[in-house]
């Protein structure tokens, strides 16, 4: 069988990083066809050098050209964001990762499945932003969204195949499914006196417990608000009612999500907390490969314990999971703020705590007067809530 070509949009991170180790285990399955990064030449030259890929988009013009210095010709170096998003719909590539972290990762996300690609998806913040209009185009195009996110992955194992097929738009309640159960690990701050919270450093917030992710993703974990993020991406893509979705704390980690049936059965995925497995799984499916990850030592294991969230701890989740039952503007925005006040706290100009105060401040000031659902609404709204959540900034700091 020829390998599969493969695209992986954000190479350079660590869902980069973990996509790549499974491509190392199964070589003869996998071509890489192009990577792309933002700014990082020297890490992208060592990916070229071991990959060999057909090209390279960056985003950055001058990482660009310092690349190129750097692989001497090996292969071509793109730097526009047309090449993105060329990049995003290769008619060369057979799967695409989307692993760009935040809202800049929407509109290569988006050509990907308007091209009718298989799409792993990482990036669950272009999810948040358009719900069910990245729904809607994968099922006009045929593109398959196979999900990355471990609890999301871990779902997709646990329910059945009408429902892995129907992505967006499956009738949970007709397949027997009762509840999905969200597990989180409640992050490095699950026991800090709540007084500590408005004190803690980006080091402290960066260090998760469990798993080793990007910035972004760390901070998210931190507030919750990546549970948050993950509730309405559960939302959109197991079409589930309120009642038919619920975050349990669960702070090591093994059980990476459950699905439980109405006949009382309850089916969890376990495994290390390592991100090569539910990427290995997307990537073959619905065959098995080896992802190089370590089997569960389940005589290792101490003790699962779980808990219900606090949301006085953990004030994003809660503003998150209004926001899904708001409107679909309103996830548009609270991702938008969200965004903005997670990069201000990793360069030190906002405090830990003042994250959820400028979300809940942008969200109060939600306007859906006159929008529509169209894609055009939606980034324009995500534009003005990130104007106006750098100004709640700029007034906190
Ligand atoms: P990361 O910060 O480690 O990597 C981000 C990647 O995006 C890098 O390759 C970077 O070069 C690229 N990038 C950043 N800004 C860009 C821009 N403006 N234009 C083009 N490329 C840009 O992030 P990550 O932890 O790998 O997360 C990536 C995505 O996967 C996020 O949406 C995150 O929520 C999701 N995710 C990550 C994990 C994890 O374990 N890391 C788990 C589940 C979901
Ligand atoms: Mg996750």
Not at 201 to 225: F, L
Request: hydrophobic letters at 40%; charged letters at 20%; aromatic letters at 6%.
């Amino acid at each position: 069988m020829n390998p599969r070509r493969l695209v992986i949009l954000g190479a350079t991170g660590s869902i980069g990083r973990s996509t790549l180790k499974v491509v190392r285990e199964n070589p003869s399955l996998y071509q890489v066809h192009c990577l792309t990064g933002n700014r990082n030449s020297s890490r992208m030259a060592e990916l070229v050098h071991e990959f060999k890929p057909r090209y390279v988009v960056m985003n950055d013009a001058s990482a660009a050209s310092q690349l190129k210095q750097q692989i001497n010709g090996q292969c071509d170096v793109l730097d526009s964001s047309d090449a993105l998003i060329d990049a995003a719909c290769s008619p060369d590539a057979d799967i695409v990762m989307a692993a760009i972290v935040g809202g800049a990762g929407l509109r290569p996300t988006l050509a990907a499945v308007r091209a009718g690609k298989t799409v792993l998806l990482a990036n669950k913040e272009a999810l948040v932003m358009t719900g069910l209009l990245l729904m809607q185009e994968a099922k006009k195009s045929g593109a398959t969204i196979l999900p990355v996110d471990s609890e999301h992955n871990a779902m997709f194992q646990c329910l059945p195949q009408e429902v892995q097929t129907n992505l967006g738009f499956c009738d949970l309640k007709a397949s027997g499914v009762s509840k999905l159960l969200l597990t989180g690990s409640g992050g490095p701050f699950r026991t800090l006196a709540l007084d500590k919270l408005k004190d803690v450093s980006v080091a402290q917030a960066i260090h998760h417990p469990n798993w080793s992710m990007g910035p972004k993703i760390s901070v998210d974990s931190a507030t919750m608000m990546n549970k948050g993020l993950e509730y309405i991406e559960a939302k959109r893509l197991y079409h589930t009612s309120r009642a038919e979705l619920e975050v349990i704390i669960h702070p090591q980690s093994v059980i990476h999500s459950m699905v439980q049936y109405c006949d009382g059965s309850v089916l969890a995925q376990l495994g290390e907390p390592d991100m090569a497995t539910p990427i290995a799984c997307a990537m073959a499916y619905p065959q098995r490969i080896s992802s190089g990850v370590e089997p569960l030592d389940f005589l290792a294991l101490k003790e699962l314990t779980f808990a219900a969230p606090d949301y006085q701890r953990y004030p994003c989740l809660k503003l998150a999971i209004d926001a899904c039952y708001t409107s679909q503007f309103a996830t548009t925005a609270l991702n938008a703020a969200n965004e903005v006040a997670v990069q201000a706290f990793l360069e030190n100009q906002l405090k830990f705590t003042d994250i959820a105060v400028v979300v809940e401040s942008c969200l109060a000031q939600l306007n859906e007067q006159n929008r529509q659902l169209e894609l055009e609404d939606l980034l324009a709204l995500d534009e003005q809530i990130r104007q106006v959540a750098a100004q709640y900034v700029r007034k906190r700091c």
